[in-house]
């Protein structure tokens, strides 16, 4: 994400990145704006942290702050769902791009071959 932001930031396409809070100590230093969603950590993904933006006020402000013109996102769950109902509640069109291997996604859900 970091290298297409930015090459469009180089355009003078103004790019904000939505993410997980890494952790309360984290300071984001990009030349672009980044919004960290509050989250919990997924024990059996080890140190992967899901984003809860239902559940994070502060960060829904900036969010309906911004005048987005596309939202782009990447996971079809949480964060994705999010971004979906965001952008339909906005009448914003939403570009999805799935990167999730489906042998990750089977083994989560249990899912046999």
């Known amino acids: 994400m970091d290298y297409c932001a930015r090459l469009l930031g180089n355009e003078n396409i103004e790019v904000v990145i939505v993410a997980p809070k890494i952790d309360k100590n984290y300071v984001d230093d990009f030349s672009y ?9 997924v024990i059996i993904f080890g140190s992967y942290t899901w984003a809860l933006p239902t559940f994070d006020v502060k960060a829904k ?18 964060m994705g769902r999010f971004a979906v109902h ?28």
């Open 33 to 41: 704006k980044v919004i960290r969603i509050k989250g919990t950590k």
């Open 61 to 78: 402000r900036k969010l309906y702050d911004e005048h987005f013109d596309l939202i782009h996102l990447h996971s079809p769950f949480i």
């Open 86 to 113: 965001f952008a339909r509640k906005n009448k914003i069109p939403v570009v999805g791009t799935i990167h999730t291997l489906a042998e990750n996604v089977r083994s989560f859900f249990r899912l046999s071959r």
